[in-house]
């Protein structure tokens, strides 16, 4: 359990939190019928006759569906179900348009599992799944289009949806916001999901309850479709707090469903979903049970790539990068593979040296992702290379790089240019240390007076007169060669 | 278990279907007379048996994963009481 | 040529190839009498005008020599099957102004095959019914009357329309759907053939949803081979139903071959029920004869189980309802009664919108499905199920088919409808544990009771056996050569 806690008045408390993550299968068609699943498109413009549930309509469900959940499931170490239920949840909502959700009940196509997730400080926590289903998505009502009416738009409507139950081993915000990170970072790098938050192809509903050490669970509260890590953590922090203060001031918290509103600060009741559900769930008749055989489980098998975690293991043992270093560089598939290749042409230190600091720093500064990157990372290698062999400094190195990323030339093409090749012609370095040795002779003399300190002074003017193109290390050789002797 | 005015007002709101107030007595008679009926299913010796998954032997079909559907919206909304530009309405709902 | 209307299908098909009469002769002489039969309120919508263009085009296709399998027949169809720009009213209020933007699979089958529709049949509101009591578009009255009185009688249900229009000659063939007995039990009030397929043989897209485990549509016929003629056309193999079977299509004509010796009959005690009259279990002894006569081996059966199908069919098929009609919300088509709310549009639509029996249905339905009561019933009433299919395999082991009777009366009147909803669905004791297996079976017309009215006797078959249930039924048929004619006559 996490040494998190927070203080109360009357003492110490404890947090716990499960989550259960709505993730968006990367699919063209949705799960039970051929209409389009794009973001974006006009209202009801993906809309099919089955998903505006039309009376006599069936659901016939998208193989590759099944086929993401079974990948899903194995990269999160889960047992398959080789038979799993398709069941419908029945409830009356205006973006429910069957006035059933299908969905699985008492048998997932997924089963329990684990995920190793990477917290902050470099550590790790196993987290439990307690299962995965497949689902359909409900629609979008829309409340700001007419005063008294609200406006449905069913493009999401039966749209695939993997939802993933953590058990209740999180114990802080941080580890909750880990945990989502973590999930997100597996379902982009198995391709089951595109991870994006923010068009809402994966969110999560958080459940947190709050405990003095060693006490029983509490009861717990549902934060629903919250839709970035951020606000996962905060929601989780906000929400602890809060039922700390209901139980320190008499009360008891109500099992219910809240809303987190990020810009109040604030988690809220939903009043109006309050109703006692009873989603009378039962097997959907329009459907038989899902069946597959271990050959078909394998070959899911055999296309995962190689996962965060392994790859994190791989990173540190043969670049030999630390656990955190390794954790950045692995969090995304894509970050992962540039480091790759950003490696192969020099140091794979320096490589995430320079990968998670300079190109990190200047692609937030620009607000791009690493797909955006206008420096490709066999671009960055052959800057790192022209680095290892001695052609530039690392000072100069930074100055190419800040070109390079500002106008997509390559490294070696911008070095030429402007002529920073470095000085390594010994006879060269030797003669403006000379003029430079010979220009000073008050510094030559407090030097050899004992401020050995100013050889850096000596360096800088060197390298100045060089225009920072003098190899730094034969700079240092030469003038103490000529100052000590 | 008889089937009381107040379960079949429960039961009723749950599959949203308004029934007044003067029917709700005659209403639990008939549904009461129903399940009584349906309760000597008790009789029977279910004891490891299975529960029925389909009346046909056949397994569940995977479609491919292919858009060949959608993209009609005024055919969707053709037939809705109060569309309005393609969207279907419904009175406001308070979140 | 005799009167058109008379003719078979089998009887039209060649009139219609040889030229003897034109399809747009054919359907002509329906459309008068579709218009004729209007007293028995058996069409909600009549199509006379694609009608005739159907038939034209159906004139034109036989001139070409590319005449289908049920090139210029006039059927009527069922308000069940989504129709494409037809009305579409599943006999209830609340579909108010429906008109589906699509075909179902079966009558787009029955088309590409050359069919005419002349219009969409009356039934009970959603197939909810046994007597064609429950539509919103009024009750539809049996062209047969007893010899006694004058009463008006229910065709049965809940294809009642369908029933009553093939048996009053306002349509050659007709389709229906049987959850229960629905197709079977109107055609033995009626005096025509109702099949019930394989579920799973005939594909239920496009057919508005009762209850979807049992739904299935058929052939209702005025003779065994047209339903065998019509059954090819309507099924086969639909990628868009999940529970529609993959396999080939036989030509179920060619299975009547008049030949049933040593085909092995069961005959299943279970169903000699208390109170039936004495004229059916006559005729069901009459029927043992018949077949025995011809060669068949009688045998009798036990299906322990048949008692309990009914209280399970009157969990499953409320539960599976209480879910399929969710959708009729007032919100994407049909009727919509305006409320403060969205609950109050819900409530004020469907408490409007539905009729009682569907009401009552969907009321069970929802309770048996409710928290703390899911496994005392529905799980409970699947296991039941189990059982009641486990029976029929055992008695198939031994026999090939079984001869039962297809109903426990006769029709009975309009105004005798019993005010206890249980005793309205003990009309379907003996067609519903077909329907909770899965399995085949088909009403023949066999006999009269005392009043003169018809009587069905019902062959029961193995899954995807329809060509010997069929064979069955035809060996019956020709010796009970059934000739009896209602008193109403369209035309």
């Given at each position: 359990m996490s040494d998190y806690r927070l203080k109360g008045e009357t003492g110490e408390w404890e947090v716990v939190i499960g989550l259960e993550v709505h993730a968006q299968v990367s699919?063209?068609?949705k799960l039970f019928s051929g209409a389009a699943t794009a973001f974006?498109?006009?209202?009801?413009?993906?809309?099919s006759l089955v998903d505006a549930a039309m009376p006599g309509m069936l659901p016939v469900i998208n193989g590759e569906c099944v086929r993401q959940a079974v990948r899903t499931g194995l990269a999160l170490n889960a047992a398959i179900n080789k038979q799993s239920v398709f069941a419908r949840k029945n409830y009356f909502y205006a973006d429910l348009p069957q006035g059933y959700q299908i969905s699985q009940y008492d048998q997932p196509v997924v089963g329990e599992g684990e995920v190793e997730v990477d917290l902050p400080d470099g550590t790790t926590k196993v987290v439990g799944i307690e299962r995965l289903h497949l689902e359909q998505d409900a629609g979008k009502s829309m409340h700001d289009q007419h005063p008294k009416k609200s406006f449905i738009d069913?493009?999401?409507?039966g749209v695939a949806l993997m939802e993933i139950v953590s058990k209740p081993d999180m114990g802080s915000p941080e580890e909750a916001a880990a945990y989502v990170s973590t999930l997100r970072s597996i379902l982009r790098y198995i391709g089951?999901?595109?991870?994006n938050m923010a068009e809402g192809s994966m969110r999560a509903d958080v459940n947190v309850s709050v405990r003095k050490p060693g006490e029983a669970l509490g009861t717990r509260a549902e934060l629903k479709n919250i839709n970035s890590v951020r606000f996962v953590r905060q929601a989780v922090e906000i929400e602890a707090l809060r039922q700390i203060a209901v139980i320190e001031g008499g009360g008891t918290v109500d099992q219910e469903t809240r809303l987190f509103d990020p810009s109040k600060g604030e988690t809220r009741s939903m009043r109006n979903k309050e109703e006692a559900h009873?989603?009378?769930?039962?097997?959907?008749?329009d459907l038989l049970p899902l069946e597959f055989d271990d050959a078909f489980v394998e070959e899911c098998r055999g296309t995962l790539p190689e996962l965060p975690a392994e790859k994190k293991k791989r990173f540190m043992e043969?670049?030999?990068?630390g656990a955190y270093d390794a954790a950045v560089l692995v969090a995304d598939w894509e970050i992962a593979n540039y480091f790759e290749e950003v490696a192969k042409h020099g140091d794979p230190k320096q490589a995430a040296n320079w990968v998670t600091v300079e190109l990190f720093g200047r692609l937030n500064k620009a607000d791009k992702t690493i797909l955006e990157s206008p420096v490709s990372a066999a671009s960055l290698g052959e800057l790192l290379g022209l680095m290892a062999d001695d052609t530039i400094s690392g000072k100069i190195a930074k100055d190419v790089f800040d070109e390079m990323f500002e106008t997509g030339k390559g490294a070696k093409e911008i070095v030429e240019a402007k002529g920073l090749?470095?000085?390594?012609?010994s006879g060269e370095i030797e003669a403006i240390v000379d003029k430079v040795v010979a220009d000073n002779p008050d510094q030559v003399e407090k030097y050899r007076g004992g401020?050995?300190?100013l050889i850096g002074w000596f360096v800088g003017q060197v390298m100045k007169a060089s225009q920072g193109k003098a190899n730094p290390k034969m700079v240092n050789d030469l003038l103490q060669k000529k100052l000590d002797g | 278990m008889a089937l009381d005015k107040e379960t079949v007002a429960k039961v009723a709101h749950l599959a949203r279907i308004k029934v007044p107030e003067d029917r709700l007595d005659s209403l639990a008679g008939e549904l009461d007379g129903i399940v009584n009926w349906v309760e000597?299913?008790?009789?029977?010796?279910?004891?490891?048996v299975a529960p029925m998954?389909?009346?046909?032997e056949t397994s569940l079909r995977w479609r491919e994963?292919?858009?060949?559907?959608?993209?009609y919206p005024e055919k969707v909304t053709a037939n809705a009481p109060d569309a309005q530009m393609n969207f279907y309405t419904t009175p406001k709902v308070v979140e | 040529m005799s009167d058109p209307l008379d003719l078979t299908i089998a009887e039209a098909r060649d009139a219609l190839r040889a030229k003897k009469i034109s399809a747009v002769e054919l359907t002509d002489a329906y459309i008068k009498a579709v218009e004729a039969a209007r007293p028995l309120n058996c069409?909600?919508?009549?199509?006379a005008e694609q009608a005739r263009a159907r038939a034209e085009a159906s004139d034109k296709r036989i001139a070409d020599g590319?005449?289908?399998?049920?090139?210029g027949i006039p059927l009527g169809i069922k308000d069940l099957f989504c129709t494409e720009g037809v009305l579409t009213t599943a006999?209830?209020?609340?579909?108010?102004g429906f008109k589906p933007p699509y075909e179902s699979t079966v009558t787009r089958n029955l088309f590409d095959a050359g069919a005419v529709m002349l219009g969409k049949l009356n039934l009970d509101e959603f197939a909810m019914?046994?007597?064609?009591?429950?539509s919103h578009y009024g009750p539809v009255k049996n062209p047969w009357k007893r010899r006694d009185d004058d009463k008006d009688l229910v065709p049965g249900g809940s294809s009642g329309g369908s029933a009553a229009a093939v048996a009053a000659r306002a349509c050659l063939a007709a389709t229906g759907t049987d959850t229960g007995g629905s197709i079977r039990q109107p055609a033995a009030f009626t005096g025509i053939t109702g099949l019930k397929p394989t579920y799973?043989?005939?594909?239920?897209?496009?057919i508005v949803a009762f209850a979807s485990s049992l739904d299935q549509a058929g052939p209702m016929t005025r003779t065994v081979r047209d339903a065998a003629i019509m059954l090819g056309a309507m099924a086969g193999f639909d990628?868009?139903?999940?529970?529609?079977?993959?396999r080939p299509v036989p030509?179920?004509?060619?299975?009547?071959?008049?030949d049933i010796k040593g085909l092995k009959v069961g005959v299943p005690k279970?169903?000699?029920?208390?109170?039936?009259?004495a004229s059916i279990d006559r005729l069901w002894q009459q029927g043992i004869d018949w077949l025995k006569q011809q060669g068949a081996e009688i045998v009798d059966v036990s299906l322990p189980h048949t008692k309990y199908a009914l209280p399970a069919y009157y969990i499953v098929a409320p539960a599976e309802a209480s879910s399929n009609l969710a959708?009729?919300?007032?919100?994407?088509y049909g009727l919509r009664v305006e409320g403060e709310s969205l609950n109050e549009l819900y409530e004020n639509t469907r408490g409007e919108g539905f009729g009682e029996e569907v009401k009552r249905r969907v009321l069970i339905g929802t309770y048996v499905l409710s928290a703390g009561y899911y496994d005392a019933y529905y799980l409970k009433a699947q296991k039941v199920r189990s059982r009641i299919a486990e029976d029929f395999r055992k008695a198939y082991e031994q026999v090939d088919v079984l001869l039962t009777p297809?109903?426990?009366?006769a029709a009975f009147g309009i105004?005798?409808?019993?005010?206890d909803p249980v005793q309205m669905y003990l009309n379907d004791v003996f067609t519903v544990p077909a329907n909770l297996a899965g399995l085949p079976g088909i009403s023949v017309p066999a006999g009269m009771d005392d009043q003169g009215l018809p009587l069905g006797l019902q062959i029961l078959g193995r899954a995807f056996d329809e060509e010997t249930v069929l064979r069955a039924a035809h060996a019956l048929e020709s010796a009970a050569g059934f000739t009896g004619r209602p008193q109403f006559r369209a035309g």
């Open positions: 699919s063209k068609a974006g498109a006009d209202p009801n413009a993906q809309v069913l493009n999401r409507s089951s999901c595109d991870g009873d989603y009378r769930y039962f097997p959907d008749p043969s670049y030999g990068l090749k470095q000085i390594t012609d401020k050995t300190g | 000597q299913l008790g009789e029977v010796d279910v004891e490891g998954t389909s009346a046909v994963d292919k858009v060949d559907d959608g993209g | 069409y909600i919508t009549e199509t590319k005449a289908g399998a049920m090139e006999g209830s209020h609340i579909l108010d019914g046994s007597a064609n009591l429950t799973g043989r005939c594909s239920r897209w496009g990628p868009k139903d999940s529970t529609s079977v993959d030509d179920y004509e060619a299975a009547l071959t008049g279970e169903y000699r029920v208390d109170g039936m009259p959708r009729y919300d007032g919100v994407r297809a109903t426990p009366s105004d005798e409808e019993p005010s």
